[in-house]
C-alpha cells in the first residue's frame, strides 16, 4: 500500500513537472484535508474521517482525466476543481459553511454548473474538431453541454437524497418557512389548496404525547434547497454556454474561454 502510495506520488509530480502552481494547491489542499482527517480522527467523528478520505480520492480527479483519458485539462480548470472540492467537502461539510455562510451553497453549485457547462462543451467540441462524419452546429454544442450539465446536477441532488435517506444526514439543508400550501389536508379530499399562513410556531410531540422540540415557523424538510440549487445550477451553465456560443462564433474575441475548457492530449 504504501509502495502505490509513493509510486502515485511519483507519477503525479511527473504528470504536473511543467505545471508548478497546480502540484502546489495539490499538495496544499491535501495536507489540509490530512490535518483535519487527524483532527476528526481525534473526535472519533468517523462520518467526517470517511469525508476527509472521499475528499483525498476526489482530489485525484484531475490527474486521473488527464493521465488515463488522454484529455488536456487547463491549469485554471485543474485549480478550479480542486479548490471546489475542498470547498464543498472540507470548508462546507465538516466546517459547516454551508451554516455560516448563506451564499455559500449556492455558490458552488452555480460555480458546479458553470464547470459541468464547460466540460461538456470541452467534450462535444473535441468530437466535432476531430470527426469527419460530425459537424455540429453551436446552438446543438451549447444545447448538449447545457444538458450535460443540468444532468450532473440533478445526479448530486440524487445523491443528497440517498446520503439523506440512507446515511441519516441532512445534505438537503432544511429551512425555516411561515407559509405552507397543501392539498394533503384538504377536509374535502377534493384536491383544494389549503394555505396556512404566519406560522408562527410548531411543536412536535412524539407517539406518548411527549413533546420532543418546538421552534418558530415550520420546517421545510428541503424541496427548497434542492430547487434552489438545480435554479443556480441553471443560471451557471446557461452563463457559460452564453460564453461558449460566442467563443464558436469568434474564437480570437473570446479566447478566453479555451482556459477552462479540456482538449485532446496530442500524441
Known sequence: ????????????????????????????????VILCMVLQILRGDLQNVLLC??????????????????????????????LFVFSAEILGEINNFYGMIPFWDTMLHTLNGFLMGAIGFSLVDILNKN????????????????????????????????????????????????????????????????????????????ETGKELVRFDGYLD???????????VNFIGAAVFNIFGFLYLKNKEKHSFVEK????RKEA
Open 260 to 263: 477552462i475548457m479540456i482538449k
Open 53 to 82: 478520505a472521499l475528499t483525498l480520492v476526489l482530489l485525484l480527479i484531475p490527474f486521473f482525466v488527464e493521465k488515463y483519458m488522454k484529455i488536456d485539462m487547463p491549469n485554471v480548470l485543474e485549480i478550479i476543481t480542486m
Open 1 to 32: 500500500m504504501i509502495g502505490y502510495i509513493k509510486r502515485l506520488g511519483n507519477e503525479i509530480k511527473e504528470t504536473w513537472k511543467d505545471d508548478k502552481s497546480t502540484l502546489i494547491v495539490y499538495f496544499t489542499l491535501r495536507a489540509l
Open 131 to 206: 470527426s469527419e462524419k460530425l459537424n455540429l452546429s453551436p446552438i446543438y454544442l451549447c444545447l448538449f453541454a447545457f444538458c450535460f450539465s443540468m444532468t450532473v446536477g440533478v445526479v448530486w441532488e440524487f445523491f443528497e437524497y440517498g446520503m439523506d435517506e440512507i446515511m441519516k444526514t441532512d445534505m438537503q439543508k432544511d429551512e425555516y418557512i411561515s407559509v405552507i400550501r397543501t392539498v394533503t389536508i384538504d377536509p374535502e379530499q377534493n384536491n383544494n389548496v389549503v394555505t396556512i399562513d404566519n406560522i408562527a410556531k410548531t411543536i412536535v410531540y412524539d
Open 221 to 231: 424538510i428541503g424541496i427548497k434547497d434542492t430547487m434552489k440549487d438545480l435554479i
